[in-house]
C-alpha cells in the first residue's frame, strides 16, 4: 500500500510541475512617461517658482528613482542640483509627498546612505492608478513652496496622464 502511495503522489507532482504556465504571469507591463513629457514637468516646475521669484532645480526621475530630467535654473543655488535629486527619489521610493515623510527624518533609513531626502519638496507622478515617477524641488527657503511648484509641474501633464 505505501508504493502505491508514493507512485501516487509522485504522479501528482509530475503533473503541477509539467502544467503549462499562462503567459500573462510571466511578464509585466509598465507604464512610463517619455522624456518629453519628464521635459514639461520639469520646465514648467522651474516656471512655477519664477513667478514666485525663486530660483530652483528640478529633477523628475521614473517609477525606479532614475533621473530622466534634470534642469538647474540660471542663479539657483548648486547645491539644490543634488537635493532636487533625492527628494524625487525619496518621493517614488515611498510614493508619497515629501512633506508626507518629515517624521521619518530621525529614522535609521536616513543614516544607511541611499540618497534618501525626508523633506517637503516633492511629489509621486500618479495618474490613471498609476505611478509614473517623482518630482523633486529644492532652492526654495520653504520646502512647501518647493512642493508646490513640484505640484505645479505635475499639473501641466497630469490631464493628459489620466486619459492613458
Avoid at 90 to 103: D, I, R
Avoid at 108 to 126: D, K, N, R, W, Y
Amino acid at each position: 500500500m505505501n508504493k502505491i502511495k508514493q507512485i501516487a503522489l509522485a504522479a501528482l507532482m509530475g503533473a503541477t510541475v509539467a502544467a503549462p504556465v499562462q503567459a500573462e504571469d510571466m511578464a509585466v507591463n509598465v507604464s512610463r512617461i517619455t522624456m518629453d513629457v519628464a521635459n514639461r514637468i520639469a520646465v514648467a516646475s522651474i516656471e512655477a517658482c519664477r513667478k514666485e521669484g525663486i530660483p530652483i532645480s528640478v529633477t523628475v526621475v521614473d517609477r525606479n528613482g532614475i533621473p530622466q530630467a534634470q534642469l538647474r535654473d540660471t542663479m539657483a543655488p548648486p547645491v539644490s542640483w543634488n537635493i532636487s535629486q533625492k527628494k524625487a527619489y525619496t518621493a517614488v521610493m515611498f510614493n508619497a509627498k515629501g512633506s508626507q515623510l518629515k517624521g521619518r527624518s530621525q529614522s535609521p533609513l536616513q543614516t544607511i546612505g541611499e540618497g534618501l531626502a525626508f523633506m517637503a519638496g516633492s511629489v509621486p507622478i500618479q495618474a490613471g492608478g498609476k505611478l509614473y515617477g517623482a518630482i523633486g524641488v529644492s532652492g526654495a527657503p520653504d520646502g512647501m513652496v518647493d512642493e508646490k511648484c513640484a505640484a505645479a509641474g505635475l499639473d501641466e501633464v497630469k490631464m493628459d496622464l489620466e486619459m492613458m
